[in-house]
C-alpha cells in the first residue's frame, strides 16, 4: 500500500533534549512538508522541501531542524531551543507538477515535554 | 493575501440531519481550495477539492462544497449526518510558494453528532 508513516506515534522529550521524528513516504513524491498542530487551531507549516537535498523554512521555523537526504525520507528534528514542543506533528507529501496539488497526509506523532 | 476563516468552531447537528460547515476565504487571485477532515489522534484526509472548474464539488463520503466567488465562501455540506461524521474538519486555501504551493488552514470546525 502506498502512503506516509510517521513514527514514533508519541515521544517523550526531557529538557535539553534533541528528539528526531520520522517520516516516509512511498508515493515517489518529490514535495514533502512538516506541519505543527496545537490544540483549537489549524496547522503552521515548519519546513518544506521541494527535492532532494533542498528545503526551506516554513512560519514556525526556529527551534526545528530537517534533512533531505533521501526522496522518501524527511525526518524532523526538534531541538533543545524549541521552548514549547509539545504538539502533535504532520508530515505530508505532494507531487510537484506546477499546480496546487492535493497534498497527503501522514498519522502524525504527538510530541510530549517530560 | 490569502486566509481562511471558519466561521463556527464548534457545530452540533442530530445524526440523519443536514450538515453545514462555513468557511470564507480571501485571496488576491483565483485560488484552490480544499477541505479536509481529521479524526482524534489522525492524520488529515482529503475530503474535497476545488480548483477552478465546476463550482459545486462532491468529495467523499457524501460531503459536497459549492465555490461562490461573489461571496467569497465555500461551505461544507452533506443531506444527512453520520455518526462517523463526528471529527474535526479544516477549509484551506492555496498560494503559490517558490515553485510550490502552500497551504493556508482555517482553524478548524468540531462537528458533533447527536444519536
Known amino acids: 500500500d502506498g502512503g506516509i508513516t510517521q513514527s514514533p506515534k508519541y515521544l517523550f522529550r526531557k529538557e535539553g533534549q534533541n528528539v528526531t521524528l520520522s517520516c516516509e513516504q512511498n508515493?515517489?513524491?518529490?514535495?514533502m512538508y512538516w506541519y505543527r498542530q496545537d490544540p483549537g487551531q489549524g496547522l503552521r507549516l515548519i519546513y518544506y522541501?521541494?527535492?532532494?537535498?533542498?528545503?526551506q523554512k516554513g512560519d514556525i521555523a526556529e527551534g526545528y531542524s530537517v534533512s533531505r537526504e533521501k526522496k522518501e525520507s524527511f525526518p524532523l528534528t526538534v531541538t533543545s531551543a524549541q521552548k514549547n514542543p509539545t504538539a502533535f506533528y504532520l508530515c505530508?507529501?505532494?507531487?510537484?507538477?506546477?499546480?496546487?496539488?492535493?497534498?497527503?497526509f501522514g498519522p502524525g506523532t504527538r510530541l510530549l515535554v517530560l | 493575501a490569502q486566509s481562511v476563516t471558519q466561521l463556527d468552531s464548534h457545530v452540533s447537528v442530530s445524526e440523519g440531519t443536514p450538515v453545514l460547515l462555513r468557511c470564507n476565504y480571501s485571496?488576491?487571485?483565483?485560488?484552490?481550495l480544499f477541505w479536509y477532515v481529521q479524526h482524534p489522534n489522525k492524520g488529515l484526509q482529503l475530503l474535497l477539492k476545488?480548483?477552478?472548474?465546476?463550482?459545486l464539488v462532491k468529495g467523499i463520503n457524501g460531503f459536497e462544497a459549492e465555490f461562490k466567488k461573489s461571496e467569497t465562501s465555500f461551505h461544507l455540506t452533506k443531506p444527512s449526518a453520520h455518526m462517523s461524521d463526528a471529527a474535526e474538519y479544516f477549509c484551506?486555501?492555496?498560494?503559490?510558494?517558490?515553485?510550490?504551493?502552500?497551504?493556508?488552514f482555517g482553524s478548524g470546525t468540531r462537528l458533533l453528532v447527536r444519536p
Open positions: 505530508a507529501s505532494s507531487p510537484q507538477t506546477g499546480g496546487a496539488e492535493t497534498q497527503y
Open positions: 508515493l515517489n513524491h518529490d514535495a
Open positions: 522541501s521541494q527535492i532532494v537535498n533542498d528545503f
Open positions: 485571496s488576491s487571485y483565483s485560488p484552490s
Open positions: 476545488y480548483t477552478s472548474a465546476a463550482t
Open positions: 484551506v486555501v492555496t498560494y503559490a510558494m517558490d515553485s510550490s504551493y502552500k497551504l493556508i
